[in-house]
C-alpha cells in the first residue's frame, strides 16, 4: 500500500501499533503516548512532563517569500500550541534546522530570531538543536513543558451531553498571512483547567472538522454543530471555517454544568471569550464531514 493510499493518519494509526507496550520491552513507559497532541511522560508527584515535536517543511508550511522572522515564530508556536491544548506550559526548546548551501545567512538568522520572540514571550529556553545540508528548508522545533497532574486535559474525554467551544474566529489563515503570526493560546487554556476543567481539548491544525473528529474518535461519541455559530473571519466561507485549518485556536468540550457557568462568567469579566458551537452525542457514526488538510 502507497501512502497516498493509506493516509497521513493511516500511517499513524500504523505507526502506533508498532509502539505497543507488548513491543517496548524494558523501555520506560509513556503515560500516553502517539495519538495526542503531545506525549505524557511520568515525571513528579504532582506534574507530568510534555513532550511534543512540529516540523515545517519549505513548500508545504511556508516559503522563502515569506518573512524569515515570520517562518521561525510558527516554527516554535505550533510546539507552544501543542503544549497549551494539553493544559500545561512550555519549558525547554530544542531546534534542528536542514539548510540548502545557497540559503543567506541572514535568512537563517531571522529564523531564529522569530523563534527566540516567542521563546521568551512564553518563557521557553532554546537549548541545543542540530543542523544539516538539505535541498529545501526544514525545521523542527521540539518542546518540553509541563502539567498538574489534576490538570491535563486529552483528546479521550468527551462524553455525551458536553458543550463544543473553540476559543476564536476560523477560516482563511493561510490567505492572510496568519499561520505565520498567531498567538498560541497559552493564557485561555491555563484558565480553563484551573477553573473549569474541559474534559477534552485540542489545538486546530488541521482544520476544524477534521480535529474535532479526532476528539470523537478518540471519545467514541458523535457530534452535532450549530453552522451558524462557527466564529469565522472577514470574508471567510463555512466551508473554510471547518476545513482551512492552520488557525491554532482551541477547541474543546465541556460538561453542560461548566458550560453554562463559562458562560456566565465571560458575560461579566470578559478577559476571555469562548464560542459554543456544538454539542457531544452518544451516536458515535455522527462524525462531521471533512476536506481538511491531510500530508499524504
Known amino acids: 500500500?502507497?501512502?497516498?493510499?493509506?493516509?497521513?493518519?493511516?500511517?499513524?494509526?500504523?505507526?502506533?501499533?508498532?509502539?505497543?507496550?507488548?513491543l517496548q520491552g524494558d523501555c520506560?513507559?509513556?503515560?500516553?503516548?502517539?495519538?495526542d497532541d503531545t506525549a505524557v511522560l511520568p515525571y513528579s508527584?504532582?506534574?507530568?512532563?510534555?513532550?511534543t515535536t512540529d516540523m515545517l517543511a519549505e513548500g508545504t508550511h511556508f516559503t522563502r517569500r515569506m518573512?524569515?522572522?515570520?517562518v521561525g515564530h510558527k516554527a516554535m508556536a505550533c510546539s507552544i500550541s501543542d503544549i497549551a491544548s494539553m493544559g500545561?506550559?512550555?519549558?525547554f526548546a530544542v531546534v534542528s534546522i536542514g539548510i540548502p548551501k545557497d540559503l543567506p545567512v541572514r535568512f537563517i538568522k531571522d529564523i531564529y530570531k522569530g523563534m527566540q520572540k516567542v521563546a521568551r514571550q512564553f518563557k521557553v529556553s532554546?537549548?541545543?538543536?542540530?543542523?544539516?545540508?538539505?535541498?529545501?528548508?526544514?525545521?523542527?522545533?521540539?518542546?518540553?513543558?509541563?502539567?498538574e497532574k489534576k490538570n491535563l486535559v486529552t483528546r479521550d474525554g468527551a462524553k455525551k451531553g458536553d458543550w463544543?467551544?473553540?476559543?476564536?474566529?476560523l477560516g482563511g489563515s493561510l490567505k492572510s498571512g496568519r499561520h505565520l503570526n498567531f498567538t498560541p493560546r497559552l493564557g485561555p487554556a491555563r484558565f480553563l483547567v484551573e477553573n473549569f476543567k474541559p474534559s477534552a481539548m485540542m489545538d486546530i491544525s488541521d482544520g476544524l472538522a477534521g480535529d474535532l473528529n479526532h476528539i470523537l474518535k478518540a471519545s467514541h461519541v458523535g457530534a452535532r454543530l450549530d453552522f451558524k455559530s462557527i466564529p469565522r473571519h472577514k470574508g471567510v466561507t463555512l466551508s473554510q471555517a471547518l476545513n482551512d485549518g492552520e488557525d491554532?485556536?482551541?477547541l474543546f468540550t465541556l460538561s453542560p454544568s461548566q458550560s453554562r457557568r463559562l458562560m456566565q462568567w465571560q458575560e461579566k469579566k470578559k478577559l476571555f471569550y469562548f464560542y459554543p458551537i456544538g454539542t457531544i452525542t452518544g451516536n458515535a457514526q455522527e462524525k462531521i464531514s471533512s476536506k481538511s488538510f491531510t500530508h499524504f
Do not use: C, H
Open 67 to 70: 518573512p524569515a522572522v515570520a
Open 28 to 35: 520506560p513507559l509513556p503515560v500516553i503516548g502517539i495519538g
Open 164 to 169: 463544543i467551544f473553540v476559543t476564536g474566529a
Open 248 to 250: 491554532f485556536e482551541l
Open 45 to 51: 508527584k504532582k506534574e507530568y512532563l510534555l513532550l
Open 1 to 22: 500500500m502507497k501512502l497516498s493510499q493509506l493516509g497521513e493518519f493511516g500511517l499513524i494509526d500504523v505507526l502506533k501499533r508498532g509502539q505497543s507496550p507488548a
Open 126 to 147: 532554546i537549548v541545543g538543536g542540530d543542523t544539516i545540508k538539505t535541498d529545501k528548508i526544514i525545521i523542527n522545533a521540539a518542546l518540553l513543558g509541563l502539567v
Open 88 to 91: 500545561g506550559w512550555p519549558t
